[in-house]
């Protein structure tokens, strides 16, 4: 792992690719899951299957969509940066994409999310990306790219500890939804250089590839709550609230 990890808030930073091992679920005690999607049901509230297809595309590709938008969006109008700002910023396809705030690890958001529209829930989630002004940042002899930043990706959210979401006061299982990505291309817009915690962001087209646990809900009209709670792999407590008023 090369320097200091910069990993403010859930989304971004510089990790170096080192060996290590698959994917692994949060240590939990998980609850019942079928008593759990009775109760979100009646509440209107559905979690979809990890490997559901939402408008042609699975859960990890749009993760990736999700990327794309959060970098594109210029600082000034930057929900990742403000939290009082319009969530819907420059959103314009079929799945409403939640924004975290990318300066701390504990919020409140409050986001209007358009009826009949799936909802893309960032849990705890960050990016591996590439290149990188660290000069040492760079595949072994014989490793791709996309091992390279995939496994520095899922060394780092090893280490998160004791994750625990709730939707509308029940808590979910969410150990089947860690999303790992491919390597994928987006554009970041110049202005976010420094104001976000990306020490790799060059302001144009860059690779990357993305980890971490998202959700993709279906929500009837009204006001649904999701909290996260967890112990992030530098230590810092997260603990952020998403209101979800959906509209009528």
């Known amino acids: 792992m090369k320097g200091d990890i910069i990993a403010v808030a859930v989304l971004t930073g510089w990790l170096a690719g080192c060996a290590g091992e698959e994917p692994t679920p949060v240590t939990e005690t998980p609850p019942d899951t079928a008593q759990v999607e009775d109760a979100l049901g009646a509440r209107g509230a559905v979690v979809l299957p990890p490997h559901a297809r939402v408008h042609g595309r699975t859960v990890t590709e749009w993760s990736k969509e999700w990327y794309r938008w959060h970098f594109r969006v210029p600082a000034d109008r930057s929900p990742m940066l403000l939290l009082e700002q319009d969530c819907d910023v420059d959103q314009d396809g079929p799945i409403f994409f939640v924004p975290v705030y990318d300066l701390d690890t504990t919020f409140q958001r409050t986001c209007r999310v358009p009826k009949n529209r799936p ?68 554009d970041g817009d110049p202005s976010l250089i420094g104001k976000i915690p990306d020490p790799c962001l060059t302001g144009g087209e860059q690779r990357g590839v993305t980890d971490g646990w998202w959700l993709m809900l279906q929500l009837s009209p009204g006001e649904h709550v999701v909290n996260v709670r967890a112990l992030a792999p530098f230590g810092a407590p997260i603990d952020y609230t998403y209101t979800l008023r959906v509209g009528r």
């Open 119 to 186: 909802v893309l829930v960032p849990l705890w989630v960050i990016i591996n990306d590439y290149p990188c002004p660290d000069p040492s940042f760079e595949p072994a002899p014989g490793q791709t790219l996309e091992d390279f930043l995939r496994q520095g990706a899922i060394d780092f959210n090893n280490g998160t500890q004791d994750l625990v979401v709730t939707i509308d006061g029940r808590r979910i299982d969410v150990r089947r939804h860690r999303h790992t990505s491919g390597l994928f291309t987006f």
